[in-house]
């Protein structure tokens, strides 16, 4: 019975992990507050010269309606030279764009970044063949990511 139940306590630890696991979704731990996050994301984009054109505060908008959500906010950002290549390899990838990236805190308090693997993205739209565009966004997202959690 021991063996058994050391077995499903570190089930159980692992959980947290693989529920941040969303397909196509690349996660960062991050040593801020969410709101501080997503600052540090803005800023960084904004110094690489993107546009940033929306930002959510999730929790403030459960607020609104008399929930409680943990903090999230979400950062919608870009600029046509990044995007444009991939929908002229798929036009359907515009669904996905202008880039995002979300910051949330988890039950034990712990702030996550995550943003979705523009590699995922070609793949979903059919555009694997689009040259090394994908790989350029994803090496710009994980420095965005990588600026602001450090």
């Known amino acids: 019975m021991p063996v058994f139940r050391i077995a499903l306590l570190m089930l159980l630890a692992l959980l947290p992990a693989m529920t941040l696991a969303a397909d196509g979704l690349l996660v960062v731990k991050s040593p801020h507050s969410v709101k501080d996050t ?3 994301v803005e800023a960084a984009a904004k110094g690489k010269g993107l546009n940033v054109f929306l930002r959510v505060n999730h929790a403030a908008g459960a607020q609104k309606i008399g929930k409680i959500l ?18 002229e390899c798929a036009q359907s990838a515009g669904i996905d764009l202008p880039l995002k990236a979300l910051a949330w805190q988890d039950a034990a308090g712990q702030v996550w970044l995550g943003y979705n693997d523009p590699q995922y993205l070609a793949e979903r739209h059919g555009a694997r063949d689009c040259g090394p565009m994908v790989q350029n966004l994803r090496k710009a997202l994980a ?3 990588q600026e602001a959690t450090r």
């Open 143 to 145: 420095g965005l990511a």
């Open 70 to 87: 943990r903090p999230t906010e979400l950062l919608v950002f870009g600029n046509p030279q990044g995007g444009t290549p991939l929908m």
């Open 38 to 40: 997503i600052d540090r």
